[in-house]
Structures are given as structure tokens and as C-alpha cells.
């Protein structure tokens, strides 16, 4: 019965890991595919075929090849580009996406609508946030959020990136003129688009060196397995993935986080005996006073038992004789109810005996 119990409830448990994992399989892919669509606009044809694309824009099939197959291409690098994140940016295929489509269409618009070139500086762009919040520290939503900003002219989290640089329209002149993508001078962003913003920022971190190698660091290697393991997830709800390579980029960026994360074990441990003689010489050396403090704790506290006695023994003898004076006053009362008690067990005995 007991064996029985046992498999029922580990059927049970792994039941419910099955259904986790299946919720998260089809949430993961649901955005994949919502993503991929989104990619598709931004970047593409919008999910149509060379005949269907060159119906909508009024041309015959010849004439909208070239601009069709730049679309395409546009697209399928950055599809391309969103399945390698986890190794360049540490993102996922999702999150590459979802941080590609929440400003490419002004970066696609201050290109005069060239999609190529758009797919390349957005990548340049992740890559960015990446390294900055490798190098920096700071939680890569923060540089997500400035970098959506700037898209839209608003310049208040330029100071997320700790560049050196404030939150104002103004630091962003600076910022840009520091960089020198232009060729002169400017006092205002009136005539800088954002794909300008997103080489300046380039610049700006090459000369500070903010580039760091997701597989040599230990927050971006995990960030990388953390994407890996996310792709993964989002391949088992997906017909074509290829599993046995998602399953490698696992496996490969596991073993990067326990390349980075040996080095630090290994001097905790060395460093562990000096730590451990350091406390116990400092603990020893303390010891003698500390005993002589709870020692002398002890006789502050006695003594001061010892001295209140004299007073408190009259309000002890008062407090005693006020109980006294009450059970005497109240004791005909206790004699009544005892003499009750003893009348109702001896009549419960009587009752009792003839059965007996």
C-alpha cells in the first residue's frame, strides 16, 4: 500500500512538471510566433510572397523583385541575428525580437526606409546594451528603456547607460559631438536621426572599452545559459527547431558559467583557513573581555537585586497579608463550596454502589 502511495504521488509530482512545462512551451512559442510576425512588418515583406508583395505596392512581379529580396533579406538577418542573441547579447530569440520591434520603425524610418541596413545597426544596438550592462552593472531593462527613448526624442534615461553623460537633450549634443560620427559640430538634434544616436553611443563605449565576452564573465555567461534555456523552451512548442542544437548551446554555455564561477570557488576555498584563524585568534583575544563584561554584568545586577531587597520586602509582606486577609474574609464562602463538593461526590458514589 505504502509502495503504491509512493508511485502515486511521484505520478503526481511529475504530472505537474509535465503541465508546467507544457504551459511554458506554448506561451514561449505563442510570443515567438506574435514576435517573428512583427519582425515580418518591420523588417519584411509582412508575410508575403513575392506575388502578393508586388500586388500591394502596384508593381509587377519583375519590378518589386529587388526591393522584395532586400526586404527578405532584411528580415532573415535579423531572424538570424534574434537566434544567436544568446551568445552575442544574451538575450533570447524572444527578447532580441521584442527589443528589436520597440524601435526599429523610427530607426528604419531615419533610413529612408532601408531595411538592411536597419537590421544591422539594430543588432549593433542590442549588442550595445549588452555590453554595457555587462560592464556597468546595470539591469539591461534600464538601457532597453533608454534606447526606446531615444527613439522617441526623449532623452531623460541617457543617464541609465553611465557613460558620463546626464539625462538631458543637451548631454546627448555632447554625447554625440564627443563621438565625432559627424563631421562637425552640432547645438541641436534637430537633424539627427536615431540611427546617429546609435553610433555615437557605439563610439562612446568603444573609447571607454565597455565590450565583454559573454563566455569570460560570470553575469553574462549566466545571462547567456539563461537564453539558451529560454530558446530551448520556446523550440519544443516549434516543429522545425533543431532541439539537438538548442539542447548543445545549453550544455556549451553551462560549461562557460562553471569555467567563470570555478576560479571564485577555488579562492574561497583557499582563502577559507585564513578566514577561519583570523576569527578564531580575534574571537580568543576578545574572550577574556567579554567574560570579564558579563561577569561584572552579573554583580551590577546582583548587587542591585541585593540593594532594592530592603525595599521590596515590605511590599512583599503587604502583597502576602492582603492574600491572606481576602481567604479569610471570603473563607465561610470556601467552606460552603468544599462541603458542596465533598455532599455531590458522596451522593455519586451512592448512586453508583448498586450497580457495583
Same mark, same amino acid.
Given at each position: 500500500k505504502a509502495f503504491a502511495v509512493g508511485l502515486a504521488t511521484i505520478a503526481a509530482a511529475a504530472g505537474a512538471v509535465a503541465y508546467k512545462l507544457g504551459t511554458a512551451v506554448v506561451e514561449s512559442f505563442g510570443d515567438y510566433e506574435q514576435l517573428v510576425g512583427g519582425v515580418e512588418t518591420l523588417f519584411g515583406a509582412g508575410g508575403k510572397s513575392l506575388e502578393e508583395y508586388a500586388k500591394s505596392v502596384g508593381k509587377s512581379?519583375? =519590378?518589386?523583385?529587388? =526591393?522584395?529580396? !532586400?526586404l527578405i533579406s532584411a528580415q532573415e538577418t535579423t531572424l538570424s541575428n534574434a537566434d544567436n542573441a544568446f551568445r552575442t547579447a544574451g538575450l533570447?530569440?524572444? %527578447?532580441?525580437? =521584442? #527589443?528589436?520591434t520597440s524601435f526599429s520603425a523610427a530607426l528604419v524610418s531615419g533610413l529612408g526606409g532601408d531595411t538592411e541596413k536597419a537590421a544591422k545597426l539594430a543588432d549593433l544596438a542590442i549588442t550595445d546594451m549588452s555590453d554595457n550592462a555587462n560592464k556597468m552593472g546595470t539591469d539591461i531593462s534600464a538601457i532597453q528603456n533608454a534606447y526606446q527613448g531615444f527613439a522617441k526624442q526623449n532623452y531623460t534615461m541617457l543617464d541609465n547607460l553611465k557613460l558620463g553623460y546626464g539625462g538631458t537633450q543637451s548631454e546627448m549634443i555632447r554625447l554625440i559631438n564627443d563621438s565625432g560620427i559627424l563631421e562637425e559640430k552640432i547645438t541641436s538634434l534637430d537633424n539627427v536621426s536615431f540611427d546617429q544616436m546609435i553610433l555615437a553611443i557605439h563610439e562612446i563605449q568603444d573609447l571607454i572599452e565597455t565590450a565583454e565576452e559573454a563566455t569570460k564573465t560570470i553575469q553574462g555567461s549566466m545571462n547567456s545559459l539563461s537564453a539558451a534555456w529560454s530558446n530551448l523552451i520556446t523550440g519544443l512548442g516549434n516543429a522545425d527547431a533543431d532541439i539537438q542544437k538548442l539542447? %548543445?548551446?545549453v550544455a556549451e554555455y553551462l560549461g562557460y558559467v562553471i569555467d567563470n564561477i570555478t576560479p571564485v570557488v577555488q579562492n574561497i576555498v583557499k582563502a577559507l583557513p585564513t578566514l577561519l584563524n583570523g576569527v578564531a585568534e580575534n574571537v580568543g583575544k $576578545?574572550?577574556?573581555?567579554?567574560?570579564?563584561? &558579563? &561577569?561584572?554584568?552579573? !554583580?551590577? *545586577?546582583?548587587?542591585t537585586l541585593l540593594s532594592l531587597i530592603p525595599e521590596l520586602i515590605p511590599v512583599i509582606v503587604e502583597a502576602v497579608m492582603t492574600v &491572606?486577609? #481576602?481567604?479569610?474574609?471570603?473563607?465561610?464562602? +470556601?467552606? =460552603?463550596?468544599?462541603?458542596?463538593?465533598? $455532599?455531590? +461526590?458522596?451522593?455519586? *458514589?451512592? !448512586?453508583?454502589l448498586p450497580t457495583l
Open positions: 512581379v519583375d =519590378e518589386a523583385r529587388a =526591393e522584395y529580396d !532586400k533570447s530569440a524572444n %527578447d532580441y525580437m =521584442e #527589443t528589436v539542447v %548543445d548551446d $576578545l574572550l577574556p573581555t567579554i567574560l570579564t563584561a &558579563v &561577569v561584572d554584568l552579573f !554583580k551590577s *545586577i546582583l548587587s &491572606v486577609d #481576602t481567604l479569610i474574609e471570603n473563607l465561610p464562602l +470556601l467552606v =460552603e463550596a468544599a462541603a458542596q463538593l465533598i $455532599l455531590e +461526590l458522596a451522593t455519586g *458514589i451512592a !448512586k453508583a
